[in-house]
Each structure stands twice: as C-alpha cells, then as structure tokens.
C-alpha cells in the first residue's frame, strides 16, 4: 500500500518570496502523483498531477513541483507567492495499475504574510 | 459550467443521531466519490460509485454510514447513529471516468459537528 508524509504541517514565508512545500511517499510499485489546494471552506483543486513522461511539472498558478523517483519525493515548487496562495495543499499518490484512488497526505498549510 | 453541489453546508447533532447528506455531481460525470476529511488530515475515500453501482467502498463503517446513487446521478450519504469521531468535513467529488487521467472534481463539502 501507498502513503505520502508530508514533512512540514505549516510553512510562513513572506509576499514575493519563494516557496517549497516538500512531499515524500511510498510505494512498491510506480506511482501517479498529485497536489491539490484548499481555499478555506472550499473543496480540493487540482494544481498539477504527474502521470508519466517529463518529471518536472507545471500546474495552475505559477505551481510546478518535480518528480524525483530515487528519492521518493515531489516536492511543491512557486518562485514568488501571493497573499491569494495562503492555503492548504494536500499531496496525494496513487499506484498505476491499481485503484487509481489517491492516498493524501495530512497538508501543509502556507500563511503569506504581507 | 457548474461545479459538483453539497448539501448542506454545515450540519450540527447529537450523538446517536441521524444526518444525511447531499451531493449533485457535475453533469454527464459517471463516477461519483465521497470522502471524509477530520480536521488535520487528508480526505480519506468512503465509497466510489460508478453510475449506480458500487465500485469501491472498503473504507466505508458499513455498520452506522451508508450511501446510495440510486438513478446514477446525485448522491445520499448517511450516518446512523452519529458517533463523536464521526465529526469531519464530507467531501464530494466527480470524475467523467475512474481513473488517474480523469481529474475529480470536487464540492465544497459539509462540516459535520457532532456534540
């Protein structure tokens, strides 16, 4: 079975700066991989998924994240974060070949302060 | 287009109670899921639906929740009798197809809040 760890609960950092949100998972086969977002009081959206092909991916605002199969991670990438970005962002896997339901991890919520 | 509808928005009860809820998936989306998301934790899958059938729903406490998808369009969700830990915020969500390429869709999702 799958399962994602999400290595930091909350991540402050500042307008303009840059930002990371790592994600590491598990798996004993290959995986697909995913983030989403969490507006308050919404639902999850998708940023961007990995499926197969190039391992660095690019999302919906301004989010890229790369896929780094020796190190089992697909860390959450964006050069300059808004005030908008503050949110929740859930990494999640699914195993090719299997049920293809995602296996979140617990999110990292991202405060941008002014 | 409109987006994946939840109903209701929030919902208050008592242990021992009963609550349901409702979800209206995106039209023409053929598989419907629901999920239960604790405070802190990631949506954890109760039960995907394809059409009207069940495809999945090993996570599902089939002795207090149950679902149906009855003419394959909306959703019922419900919980009989409410236990304290049953208090989470259900997430609905639809996909054209199962599967890693089709991209689920989700509501905005009903906070439980059971006292």
């Known amino acids: 079975a799958q399962s994602v760890t999400q290595l930091d609960s909350q991540v402050p950092v500042f307008e303009e700066a840059p930002v990371e949100l790592r994600c590491n998972y598990s798996?004993?086969?290959?995986?697909?991989l995913f983030w989403y977002v969490q507006y308050p009081n919404q639902g999850l959206q998708l940023l961007l998924k990995?499926?197969?092909?190039?391992?660095l991916v690019k999302g919906i605002n301004g989010f890229e994240a790369e896929f780094n199969k020796s190190q089992t991670s697909f860390h959450l990438r964006k050069p300059s974060v808004h005030i908008s970005d503050t949110a929740e962002y859930f990494c999640a896997v699914s195993e090719v070949g299997g049920s293809y339901i995602p296996t979140f991890g617990r999110g990292t919520s991202l405060i941008v302060h002014p | 287009e409109a987006g994946v509808a939840q109903s209701p928005r929030y919902k208050i009860i008592e242990k021992r109670q009963s609550v349901a809820f409702w979800c209206n998936p995106i039209s023409g989306h053929a598989t419907l899921y629901w999920y239960q998301q604790i405070l802190g934790q990631g949506p954890k899958l109760l039960i995907q639906f394809q059409n009207n059938g069940v495809v999945d729903d090993s996570q599902l406490p089939k002795d207090r929740f149950s679902a149906e998808r009855l003419k394959g369009v909306d959703s019922t969700l419900k919980i009989q009798p409410a236990k304290l830990e049953d208090s989470a915020v259900y997430l609905c969500a639809s996909s054209l197809a199962p599967g890693a390429y089709n991209e689920q869709f989700f509501g905005p999702g009903t906070r439980l809040t059971v006292l």
């Open positions: 798996s004993s086969v290959s995986v697909y």
């Open positions: 990995y499926l197969s092909g190039s391992t």
